[in-house]
C-alpha cells in the first residue's frame, strides 16, 4: 500500500516518519525529502531508529493537544484535565510554530480533536510546513468527520480498549464501541490510513489476539499497543493494571498477525523522552523511561521545542 511518510536528512542521515505508528526508520536506499509517497510494507521492512538516536536537536514527531474537552472520561487518560485551552488563534499560531521547527510528524491528540471545528485547518498548516500528521480520537464523532478529514490528514489513529461492546465499553462509556465501529467503518470507506490503538494493561491483555483480528476484519492497517503509562488519570491504574516491559513483548511475540496488519508495541522506554505540547500551549516531555511528565517551557519559537535548552538542561 502507498502511504505518505515524512523524510528528512538528520546529520547526514536519512529518516523515513511513518504517522501511522509512530515509528522512524532508517531507508535503505536514497530518497527525496519532504512529505513523500511510499510502499508502507518497504518501509516497514527498513530499521527503526529510536527518537532519542535520532539527531538533529529537535524531536523527529510530537503530540500535540491543542484541545482538553473530551465526551469521554476514561480512567487511563493522560491528558491533564486542569489546563487551560487556547483560542482558535493561538491555535494556529501553536501549529506554525511545530511547523517551523523541521518536525516529522505531528499527531494531534486531546482530549478528543474530532470536537475542534479547525480540526483540518490545522492539519493543513502543518502538512503545507512539510509534516506528516495523524489524529487520534475516540471514534464517537468520526464517522460525521472522516469525510472531512481526507486530504488534510495522513492517518487516522481509534482509540479501543477491547474487541467487544462489553469489553470496550467498560472503559469508555455505553455505546463507545459501536460509535468507534461506524467511525472506523467510515474512515476506511473514504480511504483514510486507521491505525487502532489500545492500551496494554493486566485486564485487557487476553484481548491481544482479537484486537488483531479484528483490525483485520475492519480494514484498518494495524494495531499499537501502549503500555499503560503512570501519567494523568492512569496514575490510580497504575498500581493493579501496570505490566513489565518482559510480559508485555511476550504477548506481543505469541501474537497472529494477518496479512497486511502492522502490529508495534510501544513500551515505557519507546515512550521516553517523548515530546507534548499541552493545550496551554506549553511543551512538556516525559521521563526516560516515561514515568512522569515534567514542564518545561512555553511555545514561544520553534526554538523553544528543541532537545535541550541554552544551558544544556532538557
Not at 523515513?16 to 526508520?25: E, F, I, M, S, Y
Not at 502538512?127 to 490528514?153: E, M
Not at 498500581?239 to 494477518?258: F, K, N, Q, W
Request: charge should be negative.
Amino acid at each position: 500500500m502507498m502511504r505518505t511518510f515524512g523524510v528528512a536528512s538528520r546529520e547526514g542521515v536519512t529518516l523515513v516518519h511513518d504517522p501511522a505508528t509512530g515509528l522512524t526508520h532508517r531507508p535503505g536506499r536514497d530518497l527525496p525529502t519532504g512529505r513523500q509517497q511510499l510502499d508502507a510494507d518497504e518501509v516497514h521492512s527498513w530499521p527503526v531508529v529510536h527518537p532519542s538516536a535520532c539527531g538533529g536537536g529537535m524531536p523527529v514527531s510530537v503530540c500535540w493537544s491543542p484541545i482538553v474537552r473530551c465526551n469521554l472520561r476514561c480512567p487511563h487518560c493522560l491528558d491533564d484535565k486542569g489546563v487551560p485551552e487556547l483560542g482558535a488563534a493561538d491555535r494556529r499560531r501553536i501549529a506554525t510554530l511545530i511547523g517551523a521547527a523541521n518536525v516529522l510528524g505531528v499527531d494531534i491528540s486531546g482530549g478528543e480533536p474530532l470536537l475542534l471545528p479547525d480540526l483540518a485547518d490545522l492539519a493543513d498548516e502543518l502538512t503545507s510546513a512539510g509534516c506528516v500528521v495523524s489524529v487520534t480520537t475516540n471514534g464517537w464523532r468520526l464517522s460525521k468527520r472522516a469525510a472531512r478529514l481526507v486530504g488534510h490528514v495522513d492517518a487516522v489513529k481509534v482509540s479501543l480498549d477491547g474487541p467487544t461492546a462489553r469489553d470496550h465499553d467498560m472503559w469508555r462509556g455505553e455505546g463507545s464501541f459501536n460509535r468507534a465501529m461506524a467511525g472506523i467503518a467510515e474512515a476506511v470507506s473514504c480511504g483514510l490510513y486507521v491505525q487502532i490503538q489500545t492500551v496494554l494493561m493486566a485486564a485487557t491483555l487476553e484481548h491481544a489476539q482479537q484486537m488483531v483480528t479484528l483490525a483485520h476484519r475492519l480494514g484498518a492497517g494495524g494495531v499499537t499497543f501502549l503500555q499503560l503509562l503512570p501519567i494523568g488519570e492512569a496514575v490510580q491504574l497504575a498500581g493493579g493494571e501496570t505490566l513489565s516491559d518482559r510480559d508485555a513483548h511476550a504477548v506481543i511475540e505469541d501474537l497472529e498477525v494477518p496479512p497486511g496488519v502492522s502490529v508495534r508495541l510501544r513500551t515505557r522506554q519507546d515512550a521516553g523522552g517523548f515530546t507534548v505540547i499541552r493545550a496551554d500551549g506549553r511543551v512538556w516531555r516525559n521521563s526516560r523511561p516515561a514515568q512522569l511528565i515534567e514542564t518545561l517551557r512555553l511555545l514561544r519559537t520553534p526554538a523553544d521545542l528543541a532537545l535541550t535548552g541554552p544551558d544544556g538542561s532538557a
